[in-house]
């Protein structure tokens, strides 16, 4: 099997189709919900979480079995129903149209997988196995959980200022370059978080 290609997409405002609205559904809609997407679910009924969704206006149900027009405008679906038939059913009419499928738990009907991720502000570091075994990419992401602070949010908000500040100045590419690397450095990180609790602890 060909390597898989990693990318980190843009979803804000684009209807993202979710079939199933029990556990296993509600185990996947809050990263789509905190991406922005326009989550549309497909579900006779729904759970508990994604009924207090439905109930506060966040997502859009239709209250029935899933239907192969449901993919119309769809970015991506994921299908949630824990019945291998009907998520067999969907991911052959996404795959027909050209959607982006991943039914929960079947690596063999996924375009595309869920990755263990480690947060830090707009620092997303994602791991994937290919579905080979998600146990190991929880235990990668509590080793990163531990090697990357929260510290790394902020540090990471400064570097973007500097960042888009030397952009506006009129500055020889290769200097601004060199500069932002040395900025991106481990001693740099270590610097700004010591100045940053000393102030902290100066309050």
């Given amino acids: 099997m060909a390597s898989l290609f990693p990318l980190f997409l843009r979803l804000e405002g684009r209807r993202c189709l979710l079939v199933g609205a ?9 990263s789509l919900l905190s991406a922005g997407a326009a989550v549309h679910i497909v579900a006779p009924s729904a759970g508990n979480k994604i009924g ?9 149900w239709s209250q029935r079995a899933f239907r192969s027009s449901d993919l119309d405008g769809a970015v991506l679906v994921i299908a949630a129903t824990g019945d291998r038939v009907v998520n067999e059913t969907i991911f052959r009419e996404a795959r027909g149209r050209g959607v982006l499928c991943n039914a929960v738990d079947e690596p063999e009907r996924c375009d595309f997988y869920y990755p ?3 947060r830090r502000g707009d620092l997303q570091i994602a791991i994937s ?3 080979h075994s998600p146990a190991l990419a929880q235990r990668i992401r509590k ?13 990471l908000s400064w570097l973007g200022e500097v960042r888009a500040r030397l952009f506006r100045k009129s500055i020889d ?3 601004r370059k060199r500069t932002l690397h040395r900025l991106a450095s481990a001693k740099v990180y270590d610097r700004f978080v010591a100045t940053r609790r000393k102030k902290a602890g100066q309050r």
């Avoid at 080793?143 to 540090?155: G, H, M, V």
């Fill in 173 to 175: 590419p290769e200097r």
């Fill in 129 to 131: 196995t290919a579905g």
């Fill in 116 to 118: 263990a991720v480690v």
């Fill in 52 to 60: 207090a969704l439905i109930r506060e206006g966040r997502v859009c």
């Fill in 22 to 30: 029990g556990n296993i559904a509600a185990q996947k809609i809050d």
């Fill in 143 to 155: 080793d990163l959980e531990i090697r990357f602070s929260q510290d790394y949010a902020e540090w």
